[in-house]
């Protein structure tokens, strides 16, 4: 009897608690941490450079924390921050001068000192959610310069020693331009925030489809229907690479298998299409020597091996081909195309799984002096297993664009919304900020 008592009691003092805040109109309310990011640009013995941002309503305020340790002649350190292709200047520049008509536009420290340590302080508005900043060293030496002593006018005699006169030099630009940057630090989005932007890419892209399906209908000849312009490969170049067309399958989701194009009887030619095109995509390009590999697994650590092995880091029983191009000025000047017969497989609403090959472009190659004897080369190297991916050499960044297919035939894949939402969410998750 005393226990239900006490919980008739109990129930009796919520009920009254749950009226009581009703009356109040007493809401929960969730902290909702505000948007942020923090990333170290620079770590060497010679500099220390991060950055924090924090998203206060509509702007960002940005701090950039420096650090150069203590050294036997004096430096100076200077700064180009850019928002979008903008030099902004920092909010409290203290002890900090900005240097007149140079480009980049820098800000550098007052004085020249042995050591230094402290902060600048930037804000953006929250549509400018990136900044980019190069950092870089002065170094100023000094030296004592003997002053030439006249002779007296009067009796021939010396004149009184004078003194030494100080000579100052400045040597610019001390950091390698890996490390100087320019360096981008974007504020991440929130969830809600990056499945809107999602959404509106998604909206974007199929609204371009759209239009461009409108113009090539428009463009046709009359003996020609939409089906058969839609239904014919277009074939560029010499190798068959065939790019898909026509009406797209509808998947739900994508399997890429650590199987495929990996331990068959087939060459590297049969499990990877190559054509080298211009950069507009018009025709052959006269640049770029496509080698094919089907022994390994070495390291790429010379222009020899990539020519004449596959990776140690693809996939077992993996071959490859590779595109070289010998200088930046080839690379950028070109376009490659990629067909592999067969990668994955897609599941469509029912469930059921799909072969499926892979149409990849690659354009718009960055050049950086990182690998070989010879800096000037590029290359690139594909994996007859797509999901090994791809080995690049002297190249800093490219384009890559993907086109899934149905394995033996021109039909590309479309994947759901939802999908594709999912799918870009998690890859932009995994990029991190570099």
């Known amino acids: 009897m005393r226990q239900r008592k006490l919980i008739h009691g109990l129930l009796a003092a919520l009920l009254v608690m749950m009226q009581l805040l009703t009356l109040l109109q007493i809401r929960s309310v969730h902290a909702v941490a505000q948007p942020s990011v923090k990333q170290t640009l620079v770590d060497t013995s010679d500099l220390s450079l991060d950055v924090v941002g924090v998203q206060n309503g509509d702007v960002i305020d940005w701090t950039v924390n420096y650090e150069r340790p203590i050294t036997a002649t004096d430096r100076a350190l200077k700064l180009d921050v850019k928002a979008g292709d903008t030099t902004i200047s920092p909010r409290d520049p203290t002890n900090w001068q900005q240097l007149q008509a140079v480009d980049p536009q ?51 005699e010396a004149a009184p020693q004078a003194d030494p006169t100080p000579e100052s030099t400045v040597t610019s630009d001390l950091l390698d331009p890996e490390i100087a940057g320019p360096h981008t630090v974007t504020m991440p989005q929130t969830q809600a925030e990056e499945e809107a932007a999602i959404d509106d890419e998604i909206a974007e892209q199929e609204a371009s489809e759209a239009v461009g399906e409108a113009v ?23 190798e068959s690479v065939t790019k898909p067309s026509g009406p797209a399958f509808e998947a739900a989701n994508l399997v890429l298998t650590l199987t495929a194009g990996a331990n068959t009887g087939q060459t590297p030619e049969q499990l990877i299409q190559i054509n080298v095109l211009t950069a507009d995509g018009t025709g052959a390009s006269p640049y770029g020597t496509i080698k094919s590999k089907s022994t390994g697994s070495h390291e790429y650590n010379s222009r020899y091996n990539m020519e004449n092995y596959t990776s140690h880091n693809y996939v077992a029983g993996s071959k490859s081909r590779a595109v070289f191009f010998e200088t930046p000025a080839e690379a950028q000047a070109s376009k490659i195309e990629v067909s592999y017969p067969h990668v994955g497989q897609v599941q469509d ?22 690998e070989w004897t010879n800096r000037n080369n590029m290359a690139i190297d594909f994996a007859s297993n797509f999901y090994s991916g791809v080995s690049i050499a002297n190249t800093r960044s ?3 664009e993907v086109t899934f297919f149905l394995a033996g ?8 919304k939802k999908f594709r939402r999912e799918a870009h969410f998690h890859v932009v998750k995994s990029r991190g900020v570099r």
Not at 349 to 370: M, P, Y
């Open 106 to 156: 820098w800000w550098q420290e007052s004085e020249f000192s042995t050591q230094a340590k402290g902060s600048l302080h930037y804000q953006t508005p929250i549509d400018q959610p990136s900044l980019t900043i190069t950092a870089q060293l002065d170094e100023q030496t000094t030296t004592q310069v003997e002053a030439v002593t006249p002779l007296a006018e009067t009796d021939g």
């Open 216 to 238: 090539t209908t428009a463009e046709l000849p009359e003996a020609a229907s939409v089906a058969e312009v839609q239904s014919a490969p277009v074939v560029r170049a010499t």
């Open 349 to 370: 609403a029912n469930g059921f799984l799909h072969d499926i090959g892979a149409f990849v472009t690659v354009s718009n190659f960055k050049h950086a002096a990182h």
């Open 398 to 400: 490219f384009k890559w």
């Open 409 to 416: 035939t021109t039909t590309p894949i479309e994947f759901t």
